[in-house]
């Protein structure tokens, strides 16, 4: 779409549904749930409690997918109830998740097979504590070995700027788009984080956003850069107001339908630019993420300072970017190595 006519033409467009617009629909395992004592039942009563302790609805929800595919394992073996489930069973899984293969015939990642294991984990641990069964058959559960992977390249400042070049400003929707990749780069926010973003969020005068609920329903603030701000002033003046449908829509960012963006339809945007820039990479929503904080560190920033910015918990997820970012590496190397030209 484009100019007037993509603002026209969204009235038939907000008239699809939800499905139609795109996104996941997850589908609906059933499981034998004859009486209080099956792990299908357990499983319920167990992410029912997630939810009252105020886990996140993406933590439950992944559990619930690692749980359904350990209850689908188990219904093929016959294995319904909690008491007889054993630690040679649960090894018996993990060499299963080990061999098993995707739809593409490649294997679970480790850090998939790690996930599944450690719902199973937890769920048996939940189990004994609540006195369901009378011991743990995964307390003595090995885990995988964690594989240890550096996060991928991140963007050079040149293709950064090749990336924002790319929303057609001509088109009201290319400002917005080109408001949200400013902000995306400059505050090295979560996909989920910029779609949650409100209104409110955002104090110009302070040149920051206030994140809400980030990961681990933790809230933060996060300066937010001059250039950015720019761009966001001129969506909020000049094409916000042609997508709002309802007055009580509190949304900062709103699609061509009037409402807040799905974090996957944010993700399909964003790959689709980095695809038109035509620099060799492929990627989303958290290469921008990425790209800010190994920028931010090769420009002399604390890994501490870096830390609150990405709303990391613990300090050693942010070291991470310090083992990417070699810049002053080779500038040593450069320096000091003897075989370097004379």
């Avoid at 009252?52 to 439950?60: A, C, F, G, L």
């Avoid at 788009?177 to 090295?188: C, K, N, V």
């Avoid at 409100?198 to 809230?219: F, I, M, P, W, Y």
């Amino acid at each position: 779409m484009a100019g007037k006519k993509g603002i026209a033409a969204r009235g038939h467009l907000r008239s699809r549904s939800r499905k139609q617009r795109g996104g996941n629909v997850r589908t609906e395992v059933e499981f034998p749930r004859e009486n209080p004592e099956n792990l299908a039942d357990y499983s319920d009563a167990y992410l029912e409690w997630m939810a009252v302790r105020n886990y996140t609805e993406d933590t439950i929800e992944g559990r619930r997918y690692a749980l359904d595919a350990f209850l689908v394992w188990c219904r093929e073996r016959e294995l319904v109830r909690a008491d007889s489930v054993t630690l040679p069973i649960l090894e018996s899984y993990l060499r299963h998740l080990h061999r098993y293969r995707k739809a593409n015939g490649k294997p679970l990642g480790a850090s998939s097979q790690r996930g599944r294991i450690s719902a199973v984990k937890d769920l048996f641990r939940w189990l004994c504590r609540g006195h369901h069964i009378l011991y743990n058959p995964a307390s003595e559960l090995e885990m995988p070995r964690p594989e240890k992977r550096l996060p991928e390249e991140p963007l050079s400042i040149a293709q950064v700027e090749t990336i924002l070049g790319q929303p057609d400003l001509n088109d009201p929707l290319g400002v917005r788009d080109r408001a949200m990749l400013e902000l995306l780069y400059s505050t090295g926010m979560r996909r989920s984080e910029l779609t949650s973003l409100e209104l409110s969020a955002v104090n110009q005068e302070r040149h920051t956003a206030q994140v809400r609920q980030g990961k681990g329903r933790k809230d933060r603030v996060v300066p937010v850069g001059s250039r950015a701000l720019v761009w966001l002033e001129r969506y909020l003046c000049e094409v916000r107001p042609l997508l709002v449908v309802s007055a009580n829509e509190t949304a900062l960012f709103l699609t061509s339908y009037g409402e807040a963006f799905n974090p996957d339809v944010l993700s399909r945007k964003v790959s689709k630019y980095i695809k038109a820039a035509e620099i060799g990479r492929k990627g989303s929503c958290h290469l921008f993420r990425h790209s800010c904080a190994t920028h931010m560190l090769e420009g002399g920033a604390d890994t501490r300072f870096i830390q609150q910015l990405l709303g990391h918990a613990k300090l050693e997820t942010t070291q991470i970017y310090t083992e990417v970012s070699i810049k002053q590496l080779i500038d040593v190397h450069a320096r000091t190595h003897p075989a370097k030209l004379k």
